[in-house]
Every structure is written in structure tokens, then in C-alpha cells.
């Protein structure tokens, strides 16, 4: 049974940090492409940052500089440094793996920046 639970969100003054993880069980997470997504109340749910089964990254203008995506294939684990947090980017966090047409996603983890 395919498994991928985020940790680590919480709330946080702007300016402070978070790092989120994603741990995964159940398929064999080297061979799988992962990405952090995220949904704000009332907008759709966005890439943040991806990386590639390979260790290629990328992420979304908005959190470039801000926010390092790795990954610990050792570990099962991936994870999401967010530094410079600032109120735009509380939102919902997922956990995303994706291999060809095998895809999951985990329950998510809430990060909310507020003074």
C-alpha cells in the first residue's frame, strides 16, 4: 500500500522557516519523479518545487531563492526547506510522486504565516 505523509507544517511569523518532509513507503520512491504542491482557500493548487528522480530541480518563480527541494532516497524521504516565509504562502502542502501513469499524493500538511 502506497504511503506518502507530509510533517513539519505549522505556523510561523513571516521572515521565520519551516521544513517540510514527505515520507513514502509502499513503491520504490528512487524510481519516482517528486514535488511539493500547494492550495491557498479558494485557488487552485500550484507546483512549488519538483525534483526529478535524477535530483534535477525546479520550482516556481514565486519561491525561487526562498525554498530548497531534496531528496534522501535512503530515507524514503523528501523534503522542503522554506526560508523567508512570508503570508502568501500559507497554504495547504502536499506530497506528490508520479512514474509514468502510477500517481499519488499525500493528506497534506498546513503552513500558515501570520504575525
Known amino acids: 500500500q502506497v504511503q506518502l505523509v507530509e510533517s513539519g507544517g505549522g505556523l510561523v511569523q513571516p521572515g521565520g522557516s519551516l521544513r517540510l518532509s514527505c515520507a513514502a513507503s509502499?513503491?520504490?520512491?528512487?524510481?519516482?519523479?517528486m514535488g511539493w504542491y500547494r492550495q491557498a482557500p479558494g485557488k487552485q493548487r500550484e507546483l512549488v518545487a519538483a525534483?526529478?528522480?535524477?535530483?534535477?530541480?525546479n520550482y516556481a518563480d514565486s519561491v525561487k531563492g526562498r525554498f530548497t527541494i531534496s531528496r534522501d532516497n535512503a530515507k524514503n524521504t523528501m523534503y522542503l526547506q522554506m526560508n523567508s516565509l512570508k503570508p502568501e504562502d500559507t497554504a495547504a502542502y502536499y506530497c506528490?510522486?508520479?512514474?509514468?501513469?502510477?500517481?499519488?499524493w499525500g493528506q497534506g500538511t498546513q503552513v500558515t504565516v501570520s504575525s
Open positions: 506528490n510522486a508520479v512514474l509514468r501513469r502510477y500517481e499519488y
Open positions: 509502499g513503491y520504490i520512491f528512487s524510481a519516482y519523479n
Open positions: 525534483i526529478t528522480s535524477g535530483g534535477s530541480t
